[in-house]
């Protein structure tokens, strides 16, 4: 991920993932202008979640969760 400036293999916290895309949908001007808590999925973002286009805000720590591996599981 490094358009939002975290090294692959690198490490992050979820609040920390979550603060860094937000930011990312903020400066590309991803937000709907008809409702605010949807933004639009389009370049760098696409990588992250490819089967998608679009995402709520109340979605995003569903969608990060894939990696974030559960402590145990390989």
């Not at 490490?11 to 409702?35: F, P, T, W």
Request: proline letters at 3%.
């Amino acid at each position: 991920c490094k358009f939002l400036g975290i090294e692959v293999g690198g490490q992050a916290s979820r609040a920390d993932l979550m603060r860094k895309i937000y930011g990312y949908v903020a400066d590309q001007g991803l937000k709907h202008e008809d409702n605010k808590r949807v933004f639009s999925i389009k370049g760098d973002l696409a990588t992250l979640f490819p089967d998608v286009t679009e995402m709520k805000h109340q979605q995003v720590m569903g969608a990060i969760s894939r990696f974030f591996p559960k402590k145990g599981s390989n």
